[in-house]
C-alpha cells in the first residue's frame, strides 16, 4: 500500500483518542498497512484503499494499541512497552507474540514463508493427511525460523514447544516450554504446556509445580481443572489430596463436567481425548468407576470413498492456539 499522508495519520490519533506508537508511525509512512501471505495476518492502514482500517480495529484497553488481526480472528497490539501481545479471538488468554513491532514483523514473515516454494504456492509435504494443520516438522521449522528474528518471542518459544512434544522429543519440550514460561511468565498456558510435557517425561514433581503455577495465573473457575492435572501429576498421597480438594473447590461441578468430557470423546471415537479425561476424572473422583460408552462398528462398504481432502486456501496461523488446554475438554 501507499504511504500514509500526514493528514490520515492524525486523524488516526483523534479517532482513537491516543498518538500513534512511534515504530507504527514509521511504518505508515512507508506502507498504509500489509496483507502478509494472503491474509494470514493484516496490518491495519489508515486510508481507503488500506485492506483493513485502524478505525475499524476496537480498541478495548487505554494501555494498547490494536494494530492488526490474524486468519483466526486473534488480535495484536503493542503495549506501553513497545511488545506485541496477541489475543486469541473470543477469549482473554494474552500471549507475548513479539519482543517489539520490528522483530515481531520479521518473524512473521520468516515463519510463514516456510510454508512455501519458490513459486509461491505451498511447498511439497507441509500439511498432514487432513489437509487442515501443518506437519510437527514444518511447525518446528516455523517456531525456529521466528525465533532467529525474534529470540524474545514467548510465543514462538511456546509454538517450538509443542512442535517438540508432537515430535514425542519430551526433554527438549519441557526446555522450550521453560524458555517460554520464562519470557512471558504471567501467562498460563505455557506453564500449563510445560506441566503435560514433564508429566509425558516423568517429571512428575515439576509437571506438579507447572500445573499449579498455571491454576495460580488463572483465577477463573478453569484453575480448578488445571489443579485437576496436578492431582493427576501428583498421584497418591497428601500432595495429591491437597490439590484434589483445592479443584473442587474452585469448581465444585468438575467431577461431573470431567464425566461429560469422557461421554463426549467416547461418542466422538477419540480414544486419545477419552483417556485423558478419565484420568483426570480418577485423579479427582479416586475409587469411581468410568465406564466407557460402546463404539459402534463402522460400515464404510456401503458408503462411498471419501474424495481427497481440499488445499486449503491458507495455512492455518502457526501462533500457538490455547495451548491444548482445559478448554478442549480434558
Known amino acids: 500500500m501507499p504511504p500514509a499522508s500526514g493528514d490520515e495519520l492524525a486523524g488516526a490519533a483523534a479517532a482513537v483518542g491516543r498518538a500513534l506508537p512511534d515504530v507504527y508511525t514509521a511504518f505508515l509512512q512507508s506502507f498504509d498497512g500489509a496483507d502478509l501471505f494472503h491474509e494470514t495476518v493484516l496490518i491495519a492502514g489508515l486510508g481507503p484503499t488500506a485492506a483493513l482500517r485502524l478505525t475499524e480495529l476496537p480498541q478495548d484497553r487505554a494501555d494498547e494499541l490494536v494494530f492488526a488481526v490474524g486468519a483466526a480472528g486473534e488480535r495484536y497490539a503493542l503495549d506501553g512497552e513497545g511488545r506485541v501481545v496477541r489475543t486469541d479471538a473470543g477469549a482473554d488468554e494474552r500471549a507475548l507474540a513479539g519482543s517489539s513491532f520490528a522483530r515481531w514483523l520479521d518473524a512473521t514473515v520468516a515463519r510463514e514463508q516456510v510454508l512455501y516454494g519458490p513459486d509461491g504456492e505451498y511447498a511439497p509435504d507441509v500439511f498432514d493427511p487432513s489437509g487442515e494443520e501443518v506437519t510437527p516438522l514444518v511447525a518446528l521449522r516455523q517456531a525456529e525460523r521466528a525465533l532467529k528474528q525474534d529470540p524474545g518471542a514467548a510465543g514462538a518459544a511456546h509454538a517450538r514447544g509443542l512442535a517438540l512434544r508432537r515430535l514425542g522429543r519430551g526433554a527438549a519440550a519441557v526446555q522450550a516450554f521453560t524458555e517460554a514460561t520464562a519470557l512471558d511468565p504471567e501467562n498460563p498456558w505455557p506453564w500449563f504446556d510445560l506441566g503435560r510435557a514433564a508429566l509425558d517425561d516423568g517429571q512428575n514433581a515439576r509437571a506438579v509445580e507447572a500445573f499449579a503455577r498455571a491454576a495460580e495465573l488463572d483465577a477463573g473457575p478453569e484453575g480448578g481443572r488445571l489443579l485437576a492435572w496436578a492431582a493427576r501429576a501428583a498421584g497418591a498421597g497428601a500432595e495429591a489430596d491437597r490439590l484434589r480438594a483445592a479443584a473442587l473447590g474452585r469448581d465444585a461441578g468438575l467431577v461431573e463436567s470431567l464425566r461429560r468430557a469422557v461421554d463426549a470423546a467416547a461418542a466422538d471415537q477419540d480414544l486419545e481425548a477419552e483417556a485423558e479425561a478419565a484420568a483426570l476424572l480418577a485423579a479427582i473422583a479416586p475409587g469411581q468407576t468410568v465406564v466407557a460408552r460402546r463404539r459402534l462398528p463402522i460400515v464404510t462398504e456401503l458408503a462411498a470413498p471419501p474424495p481427497p481432502p481440499a488445499r486449503p486456501r ?17
Open 314 to 330: 491458507r495455512p492455518r496461523p502457526a501462533a500457538p492456539p490455547r495451548s491444548g488446554g482445559p478448554r478442549r475438554g480434558s
